[in-house]
């Protein structure tokens, strides 16, 4: 009787138990292949202790808790990422509704979009005249393209059937906007939203490396300048651990705002 | 105004662009329907009486000919040509009560209170007897519901002209006769002019005052057009043992399965 009960218990829980385990199997091996280089993961894990005990400490400009980093990156990420949707949305709405603007800004998205957000840096830097701003900056433009790309298919593809809703009743430019545009692309635009804020915390690492400053992109720039490797490797868990926190939380949204009978 | 032609349609003609070239849905199309009239468009699939329908609408424009309205060209769609989408086509994220608002709230927004609004919103939804409904989402309700829902959005705005674009072919058989004896007695209290696109000939017979019966498409246009001189009010259960009833019925199958039949399995 009790085994059945935790049957499906042991199934849920130990497949990802066995994947972690395999990854820090590997890790020790590598350790072990290196001849302690790579720190093992018993060290790792002690230093991780030592590190987080205490993540809010302040010694200096170049020496504050792995707390701090990781929020000085996130107001980063949040800055450059709520520009871009303040600028990214409403720019695909319009590109998205009207064909003309559309033909317009679709050679521009794709001539910018696949350029690294990294070669923008260093605009950054001239125009703005300061590591912080320059890093916002980056954010912003790699944020920005997901948001326009998906807003605006999202308005292309509202059904013709609400379109024609529309058009009967004779609605006003900002009623379609708010009434059926709106809502229909909100799935679509948070989709975007996603992708942008993945690709902002992913840009935003090697951005503080290159601009310095607090920020978990820095942090593992300077460690490394340290020869620290156990705070690289902490900071690499910590990047991944943020990152799966922000795409489940904007996964959450999604499905919150999400309409399923849309097509019924 | 000539009550007669409240609706005419002269000499239209629509083609459209495809990847293929040039594809004619529709010529030659004469039709004038007077004020108050049922009339029912009937034809094979692919016969273009969508494609009429959407034309009056105002959705899309002819690429020759003209259609009038009240006497005044039809050159977009509008309030007054209200419209039953085939697949109701509620917005899903409003409620029903919404749904029928947003069409109220376009038509007399102008003139009337909130509180008016309201309250022809509330009859609009008693009419169709979905009172209780009114503030679920289109997701919680029933096919049959959803599209009384839409005629009740499209009568609410008290418009000149109903049009339906087979509104009820989605449903049961069941849910579909409940609903043709609702549209039968609400026509006979708004007196509306409808124009109804269907291919079930029962229907189109137990409803119509007017059948207009297409020719296969490409090309199509108007074969015939039968006038059903049945008394109203219409009931289904007397009309089952009439022999003019069944007369009419007779001639529109003649038409459609005789007639035109043979083209359908040539094309």
């Known amino acids: 009787m009790m ?34 280089s790579i720190p093992s993961p018993y060290e790792t ?20 808790g792995v707390g701090w980093n990781v929020l000085m990156s996130l107001e980063r990420v949040a800055v450059g990422f709520g520009l871009a949707a303040l600028v990214g949305i409403p720019a695909g709405f319009v590109i998205g509704r009207f064909a003309f603007l559309s033909r317009m800004f679709n050679p521009l998205i794709s001539l910018l979009r ?11 830097l001239l125009v703005f005249k300061g590591a912080n701003p320059a890093a916002i900056w980056t954010i912003f433009i790699c944020s920005i393209w997901p948001m326009v790309i998906n807003t ?13 809703v529309a058009r009967v009743l004779n609605l006003s430019e900002w009623k379609i906007a708010t009434t059926i545009l709106f809502p229909a692309v909100l799935p679509y635009m948070l989709t975007g939203v996603r992708l942008a804020v993945g690709t902002a915390w992913l840009v935003i690492v090697a951005a503080e490396m290159l601009t310095g400053g607090v920020g978990i992109g820095f942090w593992v ?41 849309v097509k019924s | 105004m000539n009550t007669d032609k409240f609706i005419q349609i002269q000499d239209v003609e629509q083609t459209f662009k495809t990847a293929k070239g040039l594809f004619p849905a529709l010529r030659d199309i004469q039709l004038n329907i007077a004020k108050g009239e049922f009339v029912a468009l009937i034809g094979h699939s692919g016969c273009g009486k969508s494609t009429l329908l959407n034309l009056i609408a105002g959705l899309t424009t002819p690429t020759h000919g003209v259609l009038l309205c009240a006497n005044r060209e039809i050159a977009g769609p509008g309030p007054d040509r ?19 608002y947003l069409g109220i709230e376009r038509v007399f927004g102008r003139t009337e209170t909130k509180a008016q609004l309201r309250t022809r919103t509330d009859a609009a939804l008693a009419m169709v007897s979905l009172s209780h409904a009114a503030l679920k ?18 009568l609410a705005m008290e418009p000149k002209v109903l049009l339906m674009d087979e509104p009820f072919g989605a449903l049961d058989a069941l849910t579909r006769a409940r609903l043709q004896d609702e549209l039968l007695e609400i026509v006979a209290k708004t007196q509306a002019t409808v124009v109804m696109v269907t291919h079930d000939v029962d229907e189109a017979v137990l409803l119509s005052d007017k059948i207009v019966m297409m020719t296969n498409g490409p090309a199509a246009t108007i074969g015939e057009v039968l006038a059903v001189d049945l008394p109203r009010p219409r009931s289904r259960i007397a009309l089952a043992d009439n022999a003019q009833y069944q007369q009419y019925r007779k001639a529109v199958i ?8 043979h083209v359908e399995k040539a094309a």
């Open chain 1, 3 to 36: 085994n059945k009960d935790w049957r499906p218990f042991w199934l849920a829980v130990l497949p990802p138990v066995f994947g972690l385990a395999l990854l820090i199997g590997i890790w020790a091996l590598v350790s072990i292949g290196t001849k302690g």
């Open chain 2, 137 to 154: 989402r289109p997701g919680e309700i029933s096919g049959g519901m959803k599209q009384r829902v839409g005629i009740a959005r499209a």
């Open chain 1, 152 to 164: 605006a298919v999202g308005v292309q593809r509202v059904p013709q059937d609400y379109m024609n």
């Open chain 1, 45 to 64: 894990g002690l230093q991780a202790i030592d590190v987080f005990s205490d993540p809010f400490y302040r010694k200096g400009p170049n020496d504050q």
């Open chain 2, 254 to 261: 003649d038409f459609l399965y005789t007639r035109q039949g």
């Open chain 1, 114 to 124: 696949p350029v690294s957000p990294l070669a923008w840096l260093p605009i950054g």
């Open chain 2, 82 to 100: 209200a419209v039953v989408f085939q697949n109701h086509s509620l917005l899903p994220w409003l409620t029903c009560f919404d749904n029928v």
């Open chain 1, 221 to 261: 720039w300077d460690e490394w300048n340290n020869l620290n490797v156990k705070n690289i490797i902490i900071a690499i868990f910590v990047i991944g651990g943020v990152g799966l926190v922000l795409e489940y939380a904007l996964i959450r949204v999604a499905t919150a705002f999400s309409y399923e009978d």
